[in-house]
């Protein structure tokens, strides 16, 4: 039993069963309370079925402070009261997945037989799905690398890349539930009105727009998080504008999904990548 919370400032502090915080108990990161709405009508038996919502995850640690004296005991206090702050948000690693979260309460008490200190710290997910802690990303369209070193290049010469021949591709969500994605075109040339398309649900996100060499568009799917930008060299601005009105902010399903890339001009010249986290109902 071993967990890590890293605050906005970047500090960590890690909880195991040793020295020297003791971590006794973990709880609230298997089980998850959800808010189901109904409709009922007069003189009907039970109720229609509308909805279900999760609420927000709390997760609530326990343990003892392990030192060899009372000002140690202190100075490891204080460095968990500063680490566990409330005016910070953080990040808690737990079993190779990870959650964002806010401080709701850190606090000590203290054994009046032992003169040990007791810690207890109640977190806060206002999302309750937890993450991997790496992003996965897929390629869609790329150029596979034929050359390594050592390397030779004989007189006939050699090729250097290979363009990736499938438009199609399907992607694995290993998560418990539907994410959203971050989706990147990227234009060797002249790209005119580049998009994917979800062949699953028939979704898409197209861009009206003729992208040059070198230039960048990204889109954001995530809940609360919607976004269209464009990445000239060092300069991003925002890109909504160029957004097809019948475009979707779609969502990636758990399980397989099925994509595919296009573009009105040039598809060829097109290279599209697509970032995600896959999230889980518990670890």
Known sequence: MELTYINA?????????????????IDGTGNIRQTVNTFKAPDQDGAFYISSTLDMRNITLEGTV??????EAYVRRQRFLKIFTPKMRGT???RGRQIACVVEEAGFTVSTRQR?????????????F???LDEVREELASWIPLFEFELEIPVSGMEFGMRQPNQIITVENIGDVS????????????VTNPELLNIDTGEYIRLLTTMSAGDELRVYTHFAGKRVV??????????????????????????????????????????VSIYFR??????
């Not at 994605?181 to 002249?190: K, N, P, Q, S």
């Not at 504008?241 to 097109?270: I, P």
């Open 9 to 25: 400032n970047g500090r960590s502090i890690t909880l195991k069963q040793s020295r020297p915080y003791f971590l006794t108990k």
């Open 66 to 71: 392990v030192a060899d004296s009372l000002d």
């Open 92 to 94: 808690l690693l737990y």
């Open 116 to 128: 040990i200190p007791n810690f207890f710290v109640s977190l806060l997910c206002p999302s309750p």
């Open 130 to 132: 937890f993450e991997t």
């Open 179 to 190: 994410c959203g994605c971050e989706i990147v075109f990227r234009a060797l040339g002249t």
């Open 230 to 271: 464009q990445v000239v060299g060092s300069t991003v601005t925002n890109a909504f504008s160029l957004l097809d009105t019948n475009s979707t902010f779609f969502q990636l399903a758990a399980g397989t999904n099925t994509l595919r890339y296009d573009a009105s001009v040039n598809m060829e010249l097109l290279e």
């Open 278 to 283: 896959p999230q889980f109902l518990g670890v």
